[in-house]
């Protein structure tokens, strides 16, 4: 969708929820939690010391001391990898690109809670979630739907924006909202479809007469194995998400889970990307399409890792390699967003339980209290 294109949306969407607005009935929010990403090199700093003081993805040894030492250290090489990707991580632009499709989407498949106004809260950049939920206050939100952005379930990334969300509700008078929880939906057939098409569009690249040998590699964000170990349920999750996609796809093509994005030298979840790719030169693989499966829009992982680090290492090694593009601003994953929420809403109109299956239990080995908490939230204002 061409930025111009996008601008007359938002707008149309603007000019639909002010007047919803002006009649004077609150809109439903659906709050598209994820980690966030600097949209400037100006940023990083800040987004690199709010992502290493969090317990709940990087637990560390007298963390308040520790985060910001190796929050500095780290900026000048994160700082170079923004800019080799154009000056800032376009994380916030699709995230509300998507969001506005989204809610434009639910007021005619859900009039009955329209109008619905999507909201960004991210954990690390801006906007932050306690940005996030003044301006919930202030637009008068008396219904909202937690709506993780990460399509796996992990204590350390929706485990952690849910509890970041506990605690600045608490304390930005937020309580009286009704909220629900959408925290998991790797499997839906809509995120499934996007994700098979933008492999099918990346095989189309490669000769028809050798597509079929072409190595698919899904790669996701790594987790220590301390956290794995602990039952998080990540990994299986997203063998769960790969297992779809492949069935989709009429298991087509050989294919395998890799991991990346390994920070420090402790044991994480393998093998990484990069080694994946070594092994498959040795065995004489040339043709090879990366997938990124755990992400829903391009950020420093996917524009720099995937389609630089690891691109480059390939070309190196004599393999052509092909990115399936990441889901942005697809039209058909969009569609799902729209699908999953409103099954959401109409299950919780049916009262089939609006919060969420991870909440009726503290999450897997997670260290933070409020993990315990969080099922009388939702549980209380879910109803």
């Known amino acids: 969708m061409s930025l111009l294109r996008t601008s007359v949306v938002s707008r149309a969407l603007s000019r639909s929820y002010a007047t919803a607005h002006a009649a004077g009935k609150s809109p439903t929010a659906v709050v598209m939690l994820n980690m966030g990403g600097p949209s400037t090199v100006?940023?990083?700093?800040?987004?690199l010391l709010n992502l290493f003081m969090d317990g709940d993805l990087i637990p560390l040894p007298f963390q308040r001391f520790l985060a910001p030492v190796i929050a500095r250290r780290r900026t000048p090489q994160i700082e170079k990898q923004y800019t080799d990707i154009g000056g800032g991580s376009p994380i916030l632009h699709y995230t509300q690109l998507q969001g506005d499709g989204m809610a434009k989407l639910l007021d005619e498949l859900h009039p009955?809670?329209?109008?619905?106004?999507?909201?960004?809260?991210?954990?690390?950049?801006?906007?932050?979630?306690?940005?996030?939920?003044?301006?919930?206050?202030?637009?008068g939100v008396k219904r909202a739907i937690a709506f993780t952005q990460y399509p796996q379930y992990s204590c350390s990334t929706t485990g952690s924006s849910l509890n970041e969300l506990f605690r600045k509700r608490k304390s930005t008078e937020l309580d009286t909202i009704e909220w629900s929880v959408i925290d998991r939906w790797g499997t839906h057939p809509g995120f499934i479809e996007a994700v098979a098409q933008n492999i099918e569009a990346a095989l189309a690249k490669f000769p028809a007469e050798t597509r079929s040998e072409t190595v698919l590699l899904f790669s996701a964000h790594s987790l220590p194995m301390?956290?794995?170990?602990?039952?998080?349920?990540?990994?299986?999750?997203?063998?769960?998400?790969?297992?779809?996609?492949?069935?989709?796809?009429?298991?087509?093509?050989?294919?395998?889970?890799?991991?990346?994005?390994?920070?420090?030298?402790?044991?994480?979840?393998?093998?990484?990307?990069?080694?994946?790719?070594?092994?498959?030169?040795?065995?004489?693989?040339?043709?090879?399409?990366?997938?990124?499966?755990?992400f829903t829009s391009d950020h420093i992982e996917t524009l720099?890792?995937?389609d630089l680090e690891y691109t480059?290492?390939?070309?190196?090694?004599?393999?052509?390699?092909?990115?399936?593009?990441?889901?942005?601003?697809?039209?058909?994953?969009?569609?799902?967003?729209?699908?999953?929420?409103?099954?959401?809403?109409?299950?919780?109109?049916?009262?089939?339980?609006?919060?969420?299956?991870?909440?009726?239990?503290?999450?897997?080995?997670?260290t933070n209290a409020t993990c315990g908490q969080q099922k009388a939230w939702f549980a209380g204002s879910g109803r």
């Open 226 to 294: 301390s956290v794995v170990n602990r039952g998080d349920p990540y990994i299986l999750e997203v063998s769960a998400s790969v297992n779809a996609v492949m069935q989709r796809l009429g298991n087509s093509n050989p294919f395998r889970l890799v991991w990346q994005s390994q920070v420090g030298p402790s044991a994480w979840m393998g093998m990484q990307t990069g080694e994946a790719l070594k092994g498959l030169a040795r065995l004489g693989k040339k043709q090879v399409v990366l997938v990124p499966i755990a």
């Open 42 to 47: 100006a940023e990083t700093h800040d987004f």
């Open 304 to 306: 720099y890792e995937l």
């Open 112 to 139: 009955e809670t329209a109008p619905h106004k999507a909201y960004v809260a991210f954990r690390y950049a801006r906007p932050l979630t306690e940005v996030t939920a003044r301006q919930m206050k202030e637009d």
């Open 312 to 366: 480059k290492e390939a070309e190196e090694l004599g393999v052509e390699v092909h990115r399936a593009a990441s889901l942005n601003d697809s039209p058909v994953f969009i569609r799902a967003l729209a699908d999953i929420a409103t099954e959401h809403l109409r299950d919780c109109k049916a009262g089939k339980g609006p919060t969420s299956i991870q909440m009726s239990l503290r999450c897997p080995g997670c």
